[in-house]
């Protein structure tokens, strides 16, 4: 397969995107405005500027321009309609922070350290607390809006017959914890992660008609945790820090979980061999977090006091990691 160097370190198709992402370009076109004075009215955007950035994109094959200065539809464009996508190109939302944070790439390879402070004055985590705008977009890109209703099954072997408690550790606003509850009345939840998220949470259980069943622990998970569950979930947590703090994580999980208890992973590791590169180098310019392979999870698991006993596929495709207290 041929490979063009200059096609794959472009720079301009990509801020393209996310700029008539931005504007809502494809969803004006929908509703029937297609002249390039009519977009750029609707948008509150340069005419001449705008066109410009639209017929680049249509060289590219995203949006027609069927004749000067109107423009249409195609497939790819109509990706462009789907709000979960919108969530992380918009660059007025979350979508800036996941744009602006490549240009620490070159910093976090030179020093192995994430370097999100030298653009946005502050690490990530404190820069969502500081901007309450960009932590709900946030929430909304983490949460069904950006990723779907969560699978609620969410172990290997199906083995939920000692599991009376399941804490979500790193639950944010607790959409995961309300469909594993929804699907088995007999379990009681336990939601942990911090005030501002789990402030949003009611709603969330009221819906799903589990409100009765939740107790809300609105704190870190680097301090103790809940004691006493029979089942930690871990869902794209530990790939959000460094080997140091994820392995506090995972003690925390292990002193807090009953002797037969379990501490199960959803995603951030994966079987042995190459894994997938966008997500963890996002993860890497963001928090300096990273995914794991097998085995490295299994080092840093057992220098957290756990022991890994059952890894595999779930029926979504999810790999899954299940751990018990050694």
């Given at each position: 397969?041929?490979?063009?160097?200059?096609?794959?370190?472009?720079?301009?198709?990509?801020?393209?995107?996310?700029?008539?992402?931005?504007?809502?370009?494809?969803?004006?076109?929908?509703?029937?405005?297609?002249?390039?004075?009519?977009?750029?009215?609707a948008s509150g955007s340069h005419p001449e500027s705008l066109h410009r950035v639209l017929r680049h994109?249509?060289?590219?094959g995203v949006f027609e321009e069927p004749e000067p200065g109107h423009f249409q539809l195609n497939e790819p464009a109509r990706a462009l309609l789907d709000s979960s996508s919108l969530l992380g190109l918009d660059l007025d939302h979350f979508?800036?922070?996941?744009a602006y944070a490549w240009g620490t790439l070159l910093q976090a390879v030179r020093t192995g350290q994430p370097a999100y402070h030298t653009?946005?004055?502050?690490?990530?985590?404190?820069?969502?607390?500081?901007?309450?705008?960009?932590?709900?977009?946030?929430?909304?890109?983490?949460?069904?809006?950006?990723?779907?209703?969560?699978?609620?099954n969410v172990l290997v072997n199906g083995d939920w017959e000692s599991v009376r408690t399941v804490v979500d550790v790193g639950g944010g606003t607790g959409t995961l914890l309300a469909e594993v509850l929804?699907?088995?009345?007999?379990?009681?939840?336990?939601?942990?992660?911090?005030?501002?998220?789990?402030?949003?949470?009611?709603?969330?259980?009221?819906?799903?008609?589990?409100?009765?069943?939740?107790?809300?622990s609105p704190q870190s998970f680097f301090d103790p945790l809940p004691a006493g569950g029979d089942l930690y979930l871990l869902k794209k947590v530990l790939s959000d820090w460094p080997d140091k703090e994820a392995e506090t994580i995972l003690?925390?999980?292990?002193?807090?979980?009953?002797?037969?208890?379990?501490?199960?992973?959803?995603?951030?590791?994966?079987?042995?061999?190459?894994?997938?590169?966008?997500?963890?180098?996002?993860?890497?310019?963001?928090?300096?977090?990273?995914?794991?392979?097998?085995?490295?999870?299994r080092e840093l698991a057992g220098r957290a006091g756990l022991k890994v006993t059952v890894e595999g596929s779930l029926p979504s495709g999810r790999y899954t990691v299940e751990c018990r207290p050694e």
């Open positions: 397969m041929a490979v063009d160097i200059w096609q794959l370190s472009d720079l301009c198709t990509p801020w393209c995107v996310h700029v008539v992402a931005t504007l809502r370009i494809a969803q004006h076109i929908e509703e029937g405005k297609n002249r390039i004075d009519e977009l750029a009215a994109l249509a060289g590219q979508g800036s922070r996941m653009i946005f004055g502050v690490p990530f985590w404190d820069d969502l607390a500081a901007h309450p705008d960009i932590r709900e977009s946030f929430d909304e890109l983490m949460g069904p809006a950006g990723h779907g209703i969560p699978d609620p929804r699907a088995r009345p007999g379990v009681r939840g336990i939601l942990v992660d911090l005030p501002s998220a789990v402030a949003k949470s009611d709603t969330v259980f009221k819906a799903a008609g589990v409100a009765d069943r939740v107790t809300k003690r925390r999980c292990a002193e807090a979980a009953t002797p037969k208890g379990r501490v199960v992973l959803l995603d951030g590791v994966s079987p042995d061999g190459p894994a997938g590169a966008s997500p963890e180098l996002l993860m890497m310019v963001l928090v300096g977090g990273k995914a794991r392979t097998m085995s490295e999870f």
